[in-house]
């Protein structure tokens, strides 16, 4: 069932970052109510106002750490108090730290899965029930990364961002079977090199972004790429599309392991 976004009520977290308010005016521009939710609530005032005066629909800004399951469920009830039931969550809050894999401090791993991961399932832990009890269609878009499908050799300086982000992609395939019946659409968003200004870059920290040389999508396209991929009920999105070779040379990886296996190992019972 396709949501209807005129009037609807679109949630977004990590709103006030690049992507968040890229996302928020793609939906205004079909008519939603926006609310944007973000640990930085003076920025997410000023990216609501700027939203709600570009596309004339009321957009709300509420502070929230979303690695705090309290504090998302404060603001899903200050959500649904503004403009009524959810239509469209989009759980994209985000954070990485980049260090060489043996610096990784326990405490990195645990500020990066705290919102990379965590902050996602609280969305879901928060939002979910009320959506399920409204009975409309309405969707959910987890935001992954090209890292959660390609090449993780491409990324050794953003291991926990990556691991975090393969979570979320299974997370995601999980969930959109378990949600259908509920009327609830699941897609998961898989950007790869995304700036404020494509034409302006010409540094490439890591191999992940030098791949997508070619292909740098502003937030705007990729948010434009979002509001398509919930109207078609995508599960997956992908808006760089030189990411397909990435994904092919990973699956290559996979098939290698099985074929060293069936060339230097016995079958093994039932195979």
């Not at 403009?83 to 759980?91: C, D, E, I, K, R």
């Not at 954070?95 to 610096?103: D, I, N």
């Not at 078609?232 to 092919?248: D, K, M, N, S, W």
Request: aromatic residues 4%; proline residues 5%; contains cysteine.
């Amino acid at each position: 069932m396709t949501v209807t976004l005129r009037d609807g009520n679109v949630v977004i977290t990590g709103g006030a970052g690049l992507l968040g308010r890229a996302l928020g005016h793609a939906f205004a521009r079909r008519g939603a109510n926006i609310v944007l939710v973000d640990l930085d609530e003076a920025t997410a005032r000023k990216a609501a106002a700027e939203i709600g005066d570009a596309h004339g629909v009321s957009v709300r800004a509420v502070a929230a750490d979303v690695a705090e399951l309290g504090a998302v469920q404060d603001a899903a009830r200050q959500a649904v108090a503004a403009f009524g039931p959810v239509t469209v969550l989009l759980n994209n809050a985000g954070r990485a730290v980049l260090k060489p894999f043996t610096e990784l401090t326990p405490e990195d791993w645990t500020a990066v899965l705290a919102v990379q991961l965590n902050g996602v399932l609280n969305g879901i832990h928060a939002f979910l029930p009320g959506m399920v009890d409204h009975a409309a269609p309405s969707h959910i878009v987890n935001t992954s990364s090209m890292s959660g499908v390609g090449r993780a050799d491409l990324r050794i300086l953003n291991a926990p961002y990556v691991t975090a982000k393969f979570a979320v992609v299974g997370l995601s395939e999980t969930m959109a079977p378990a949600l259908a019946e509920h009327g609830i659409g699941v897609s998961v968003l898989c950007p790869g090199f995304t700036h404020s200004r494509p034409e302006s870059v010409t540094r490439f920290p890591m191999p992940s972004t030098q791949w997508y040389r070619h292909n740098i999508l502003s937030a705007a396209e990729v948010a434009e790429e979002t509001v398509t991929g919930v109207l078609e009920g995508r599960l997956h999105i992908f808006p760089h599309r030189a990411g397909r070779q990435e994904v092919v040379d990973r699956q290559a990886l996979l098939l290698r392991g099985f074929d060293q296996a069936e060339a230097t190992s016995p079958p093994l019972h039932g195979t």
